[in-house]
């Protein structure tokens, strides 16, 4: 813990700047994926199949845009956000694992099935 003066002083150089990067193009590489792959499901079946790895999906492009806004209020020193920030990308990581699982039995499914 420590100060923030401390906290940053431990940093690497541009952190901020770096993290704010690979967030906004993890938030746009989220929205594009689930846009895909909601796509190669509607031309798979001829509908979207609403499903708990969709659903998760969809739960997982709000946290993640959730978290993203919380950058203005981190900037001004606000606790309460960045903590909030980082439980949401926790909770966005550890769905990921789950999904990722689910993801691949869908792909297993789809060659099986050819």
């Known amino acids: ?18 993290h704010y990067r690979w967030g906004s193009l993890s938030l746009g590489g989220m929205g594009t994926g689930r846009m895909g792959g909601m796509g190669v499901t509607y031309i798979n079946n001829g509908k979207l199949v609403v499903g708990p790895h969709m659903l998760v999906g969809v739960a997982r492009t709000g946290m993640i845009a959730l978290a993203a806004s919380l950058a203005p209020f981190m900037q001004q020193g606000n ?4 903590k909030a920030h980082v439980g949401l990308n926790m909770g966005t990581l550890t769905l990921f694992l789950w999904q990722a699982v689910s993801g691949m039995e869908i792909v297993n499914k789809i060659w099986v099935n050819r």
């Open 1 to 18: 813990t420590g100060t923030r003066a401390e906290r940053k002083a431990r940093l690497p150089g541009k952190f901020a700047q770096r």
């Open 79 to 82: 606790v309460i956000a960045r």
